[in-house]
């Protein structure tokens, strides 16, 4: 299975196993997550993905890779700034939740494989990992996040940073192919 579809399966399968249990005191599918639980979850792949960018800085000595990494740096970074400028003027504290500590254990997992990796091996799981994460995220955050989240201000973050993750996939699929 390549990268990007087990990333897209460990999101459906984390989406669908959860849905399909009862909600006890705490939310168990991206569809239940409050709006302050659903920007933890944001913040967490925002990190995550800052991360992964780091990782292709230190090990690939590919210009595209280069050049891909540091725009998800500064345009994760940016989206990370004003959600948290946003959590401030709302005097909001982020709720950590299933979800985010899943990426998160997914993120350590992936992180300590593509280190073991170099060359062009890491080029390309770089770049599938990146094609996969963006199509899993945004596919989470247009179909289960944005349709629930309730406050204005923070819907119209994620709408915006919606569009602009939505270029990063569209990248990262050019850069999968010419890499392959």
Do not use: W
């Amino acid at each position: 299975m390549s990268p990007r579809k087990a990333l897209i399966a460990i999101v459906a399968v984390m989406t669908l196993s959860t849905t399909q249990i009862p909600s006890q005191a705490a939310a168990e599918s991206p569809a239940e997550l409050n709006d302050l639980q659903i920007a933890h979850v944001a913040y967490t792949a925002d990190n995550i993905d800052i991360r992964y960018a780091h990782l292709a800085l230190a090990i690939s000595t590919n210009p595209k890779v280069h050049a891909f990494a540091r725009t998800m740096i500064q345009d994760h970074s940016a989206v990370n700034d004003q959600a948290l400028a946003l959590l401030a003027k709302l005097k909001a504290q982020p709720q950590d939740n299933f979800l985010s500590k899943s990426l998160n254990q997914g993120a350590e997992k992936l992180v300590d494989e593509m280190s073991q990796l170099r060359g062009a091996a890491f080029d390309r799981r770089y770049a599938e990992n990146e094609l996969g994460y963006h199509q899993a995220v945004n596919d989470l955050v247009e179909n289960s996040f944005i349709p629930n989240i309730e406050h204005p201000e923070v819907k119209a973050l994620f709408e915006a940073g919606l569009k602009i993750f939505k270029v990063h996939e569209k990248h990262a699929e050019m850069m999968v192919k010419s890499l392959n």
